[in-house]
T-cell receptor, first 110, second 113 residues
């Protein structure tokens, strides 16, 4: 069962930053926080993941709350190609099984 | 670097038949997971293999099975197909154990008629 909570949808203007929130209040000390996104007619695409510290890569930044019960995916400048469903996933501590929730559908407005 | 390859891309089967789907992970990746995606249920975890061993299994009936070969390639099989098995089946691979990012394939679209 999905263990994370995300808003169903969000909108952003093109070239503006986007902050996608996620709550994972039942996360254990060894669970990672993963973010994937899925464009129409494609498989999910890895975005970023982290354990405790904030993480940055070429696609996005991940800000993890100090108590680890929530996190925020930050897209620094939204483009039309960023329009997708974004999934926040709490990684299990028994293996690599992901329980996807319904995700956040991001609409980018030109 | 080749991505995760799933074959076939599209498949139409009749109710009651069985089907085998194939997944070739990225070279060097030892972990392979399978997911089912439907409009009603979203993405659901089927099972995960690591070094030819099934480590985890989702909440699916026994009609759904899988295996992984020594070269990390994986297959999943669905027997006695039902209309509700129509879905996009996605395979994902990862180079090592937990906490690592997965690369997904484009999926196999199965239609059961």
């Amino acid at each position: 069962d999905a263990k994370t909570t995300q808003p169903n949808s969000m909108e952003s203007n093109e070239e503006e930053p986007v902050h996608l929130p996620c709550n994972h209040s039942t996360i254990s000390g060894t669970d990672y926080i993963h973010w994937y996104r899925q464009l129409p007619s494609q498989g999910p695409e890895y975005v970023i993941h982290g354990l405790t510290s904030n993480v940055n890569n070429r696609m996005a930044s991940l800000a993890i709350a100090e108590d680890r019960k929530s996190s925020t995916l930050i897209l620094h400048r939204a483009t039309l190609r960023d329009a997708a469903v974004y999934y926040c996933i709490q990684g299990t501590d028994t293996g690599n099984q992901f329980y996807f929730g319904t995700g956040t559908s991001l609409t980018v407005i030109p | 670097k080749a991505g995760v390859t799933q074959t076939p891309r599209y498949l139409i089967k009749t109710r009651g038949q069985q089907v085998t789907l194939s997944c070739s992970p990225i070279s060097g990746h030892r972990s392979v997971s399978w997911y089912q995606q439907t409009p009603g249920q979203g993405l659901q975890f089927l099972f995960e293999y690591f070094s030819e061993t099934q480590r985890n299994k989702g909440n699916f009936p026994g009609r759904f099975s899988g295996r992984q070969f020594s070269n990390s390639r994986s297959e999943m099989n669905v027997s006695t197909l039902e209309l509700g098995d129509s879905a996009l089946y996605l395979c994902a691979s990862s180079p090592r154990d937990r906490g690592n990012g997965y690369t997904f394939g484009s999926g196999t679209r199965l239609t059961v008629v």
